[in-house]
């Protein structure tokens, strides 16, 4: 998109602060835990969060923390294209050190960093654990184990490594890494890419997490304090959400700021098209923080996400939109006066016909039918519970398809499920 400008967000371990200097054309200085080029951007870390500048707005950029010392062809080359941004080719040029010098520790450490932003961490992890055996007085191999460790979830190991690397030299960044990694809640380290957190039971700690991640963009001028907030809001609900839901996205959730264009606060914007496809946009030209209402938007997109990261896609719209209304904090209460007056009318819209996108319904009918949506998910939380939804969620991601889904799940048939709700709208004495 133009003029974007990224905030890649795998934790709250920070760098050392100070370390780069970035001066801007117009004057500005940025001071930065660690910058580098890649490709039309620059890139750095500063207090916990990625930020990235069109390098076109750049003066000069001043590296203090140069990289381990190579005389390896091979491994500088992997080294540049890290740098780059293109972890992928790093690995191919890594792959032929390696297979000239299996033993090389500066190649051992460079694959444990491709693998990290790739998202690969068990590989990352056996190329930490290699390069220790190798060398285990090397305070950085010990650093990479413990990234790797805290990658993959590992906090009490990664802590072990850590404190290990900073009895062999005392540094900054790895303290600053072993202190937030003891805060309840912070973020496993993840350097530069995806971090691909396994599943987990719904019995998993609320103060637990393995491998959350953020990935904030920019469609326009870059506004860090409110992507910051926004960050804040958004852990928050994610820790909430994997707790009740018994998952979290195996990738990181990508948010859109799109801060040329306004926020609205109607309750159906115009930007609102459909179900998002695990990526999260969100028009915010004019906060300068999160209101409540946005905080609002922030819950429902992000149970979409939810649910499109487990189900691929395999979701019936009336489910994915009652999910994430339901898990903004609607009541079905709201609903159900209007959804209830259809129902004894007659005129509940099936919903077979709502597991296609709402976009084609008319402005009356798609309001019902976001009405309906929550009002289905209320039905299946009073017949079975949360862990109705739970297994609902796992049977579609499982690709069975809907009508296979809803008996798997919920020892219910879709007409029956479909009937059970009819007649607890109908009343009372009618409902089951």
């Not at 005389?71 to 080719?89: I, S």
Request: negative net charge.
């Amino acid at each position: 998109m133009r003029g974007t400008a990224w905030l890649v967000v795998g934790c709250a371990l920070a760098q050392a602060a100070g370390a780069d200097t970035i001066r801007l054309k117009n004057g500005r200085v940025i001071e930065a835990d660690r910058a580098w080029f890649e490709g039309t951007q620059v890139v750095y870390e500063k207090n916990g969060g990625r930020f990235g500048l069109p390098r076109t707005l750049v003066a000069s950029l001043e590296q203090t923390t140069p990289p381990e010392p190579s005389t390896d062809p091979d491994v500088l080359k992997a080294r540049e294209l890290l740098a780059a941004g293109d972890a992928r080719d790093a690995k191919r040029f890594l792959k032929l050190a390696l297979n000239r010098d299996p033993l090389s520790i500066p190649a051992l450490q460079a694959m444990t960093e491709a693998c990290l932003r790739l998202g690969e961490l068990r590989a990352a992890k056996e190329s930490a654990e290699k390069v220790v055996r190798l060398e285990d007085r090397s305070p950085v191999s010990r650093a990479l184990l413990g990234d790797a460790l805290a990658a993959m979830g590992d906090f009490a190991g990664a802590e072990v490594q850590y404190r290990k690397s900073l009895q062999l030299h005392v540094d900054p960044i790895v303290e600053r890494k072993l202190a937030e990694l003891s805060v309840p809640g912070s973020l496993p380290y993840v350097v530069g890419g995806p971090a691909t957190g396994t599943s987990i039971t719904p019995a998993i700690p609320a103060t637990a997490t393995t491998g959350a991640e953020f990935r904030i963009r920019y469609d326009g001028g870059v506004n860090e304090p409110l992507g910051m907030a926004v960050l804040e809001t958004l852990t928050t609900t994610y820790r909430e959400y994997a707790r009740r839901l018994g998952f979290r996205p195996d990738e990181p959730v990508t948010v859109v700021l799109q801060t040329a264009a306004a926020f609205e606060d109607g309750r159906a914007p115009d930007w609102a098209e459909g179900v998002n496809d695990g990526t999260i946009r969100i028009p915010v030209r004019g906060l300068r923080e999160p209101t409540p209402r946005l905080a609002q938007v922030l819950r429902h997109e992000l149970a979409h996400s939810f649910v499109a990261a487990k189900t691929g896609g395999n979701c019936p719209t009336w489910l994915h939109e009652g999910i994430a209304q339901w898990l903004e904090g609607g009541d079905p209460a709201r609903e159900d006066a209007v959804v209830s007056a259809a129902a004894r009318a007659g005129r509940l819209i099936p919903l077979l016909s709502l597991e296609a996108p709402f976009q084609n319904l008319s402005e009356p009918d798609a309001a019902q039918a976001y009405a309906e949506s929550l009002s289905a998910v209320a039905h299946v939380l009073r017949k079975r519970g949360e862990t109705g939804v739970v297994r609902l969620l796992s049977a579609l991601g499982d690709r069975l398809p809907s009508e296979e889904a809803l008996p798997v799940a919920l020892a219910l048939s879709y007409p029956e499920f479909q009937k059970s709700w009819e007649e607890q709208l109908a009343g009372p004495s009618a409902a089951r």
